[in-house]
């Protein structure tokens, strides 16, 4: 639980809500590490995360949805097969497709790019923006891949040491000198950033 400060969405205080409750309210999140059922397939996995919205009950409507963001995640083709054994990037878009069944409003993504190569970082920053324009849902990235940040964020804030140091533009905070002496460094004596 926050010791500090003061946590809202759409204007309710989310300080002492349970996960359930701020689920029902429009959030949903991945996590930093990938959390699937490896028995289960694809699109039972994704089915998984619409529960806590929706409930089962609304199974045939689920599965319809369930296939709207298999489609946008470029994960049509593998519905059937189990989570075991597909490649870390694909984990991570399953995750996020379950966690976009829920219908949020604030989809969180933790440190999406963890763990990725150059070619699944490219793949995941195609469907952040597809998911951003065609889903019509404000995304929170939490991530310290710095090229994915700047290319689909329309506002960074940079934290560092917990403490927020910018805040603005992408091109306005790559060029901030507190970011640049905290994630670049200075060359000792030259007053030029280390790269």
């Known amino acids: 639980r926050p010791d500090a400060g003061e946590l809202s969405f759409d204007g309710a205080s989310l300080m002492r809500t349970p996960p359930h409750r701020v689920a029902a309210r429009g959030i949903a999140r991945t996590f930093q590490n990938v959390e699937l059922f490896p028995t289960m397939s694809v699109l039972e996995n994704v089915l998984v995360g619409g529960h806590s919205r929706f409930g089962w009950t609304e199974g045939r409507r689920l599965r319809a949805r369930a296939r709207e963001v298999l489609d946008a ?5 593998i519905a059937g097969r189990p989570a075991a054994g597909l490649p870390y990037g694909t984990l991570k878009r399953v995750e996020t497709a379950r966690a976009l069944l829920a219908r949020p409003k604030l989809l969180l993504l933790d440190e999406p790019a963890g763990g990725l190569n150059h070619e ?50 992408p091109a306005e905070v790559r060029a901030d000198p507190a970011v640049i002496e905290a994630y670049l460094g200075e060359v000792e004596g030259t007053g030029e950033t280390a790269a």
Not at 138 to 158: A, F, K, P, R, W
């Open 120 to 169: 699944e970082v490219a793949e995941l920053e195609a469907s952040v923006r597809r998911l951003r324009d065609g889903f019509g849902l404000t995304i929170l990235l939490v991530e310290h891949h710095l090229n994915l940040v700047m290319g689909v964020s329309d506002v960074v804030h940079v934290l560092d040491f917990g403490r927020r140091i910018a805040s603005g533009a």
């Open 73 to 77: 995640l470029d994960l049509s083709d």
